[in-house]
DNA sequence: ATGCCCGGACGTTCCGGA
């Protein structure tokens, strides 16, 4: 089985690269983030005709997240359902091939001390309490998306500049190694054990041509799914422009699983 | 100290992104 996260930043500008993308690379679970637009919005009709279920919560504008897959998806959830008034569409679960496939578009946090970033750090306390009440670690499953936290200095090209921002503030760090702490390996730690690996550039400049990248796109797996991950990757080359078709600020990661 | 580059929108500049 193998899994794919990508912020797509916009499905309807990313239109044909996603679907040139999935075409080429016939992944069987793809979960997107940054859609930005509705549910009536979503390309069905295209992504379908790739042979893919599409399980989608759709946000105008904004955020908006999905996942793609060739099996049948059970006991969908979108949203943490948690009783907390939030209109912000980040989060979509289903299962998969028994699979428990989570996809996260975690808020960026903006300044640190201001509104957004206090909405972060409480959005990953309802992550992990939502953890703790519906799912088990002991089961297989997936935990992916956009963190917007790099989790480590070794994600990071330049820490000094970024250290104090909401990609790589202690707080930020503290809350996501809570998540991991609830029970996930992060699969492409675990095969590429080394730094220089990232999955965002911004478009500003250095950006990519300085190579000032992050990893904050991640996919985790709880041990009796981490176990039987064979190989995971980014496809950097997928972050590049193309004549005609500009890429997404963030490249696709992948993770393979030794599964059916 | 800020913008740089993008995408989206009751657009003609703004907001948000990370």
Redesign the pocket.
């Given at each position: 089985m193998k899994v794919v996260s990508w912020?797509v930043?916009?499905i309807?500008?990313r239109y044909d690269r996603v679907l040139n993308w999935l075409d080429a690379h016939e992944p069987d679970v793809v979960c997107l983030q940054?859609l930005?637009?509705v549910e009536a919005d979503f390309p069905f009709d295209a992504i379908s005709s790739l042979g893919y279920a599409c399980t989608v919560y759709g946000q105008?504008?904004?955020n908006g997240v999905a996942i793609l897959s060739f099996d049948e998806p059970k006991d969908v959830v979108r949203g943490f359902g948690d009783g907390v008034d939030d209109p912000q569409a980040r989060m979509v679960a289903a299962t998969i091939d028994g699979v428990r496939i989570v996809d996260l578009y975690v808020?960026?946090?903006?300044?640190l001390g201001s509104e957004?970033w206090s909405y972060k750090l409480s959005w990953y306390d309802r992550l992990v309490r939502w953890l703790d009440q519906r799912c088990d670690p002991a089961q297989p499953l997936v935990l992916c998306g956009?963190f917007?936290i790099a989790p480590t200095d070794l994600d990071v090209d330049r820490p000094d500049k970024w250290r104090d921002?909401?990609?790589c503030a202690l707080p930020g760090r503290e809350a996501l190694a809570r998540v991991v702490d609830w029970g996930l390996v992060d699969t492409f730690r675990t095969h590429h054990p080394g730094g220089g690996h990232y999955s965002?550039w911004?478009?500003?400049?250095p950006g990519l041509r300085g190579n000032d990248g992050?990893r904050?796109d991640q996919i985790y797996a709880t041990a009796p799914l981490a176990e039987r991950c064979v190989e995971a990757g980014i496809d950097i080359e997928e972050r590049q422009?193309r004549p005609g078709s500009?890429a997404s600020?963030h490249a696709p990661i992948w993770a393979d699983f030794n599964w059916d």
């Open positions: 912020n930043n916009s309807r500008a940054e930005k637009c105008k504008t904004y808020p960026n946090g903006g300044k957004k956009d917007n921002t909401a990609m965002w911004d478009y500003r400049p992050l904050i422009d500009k600020d």
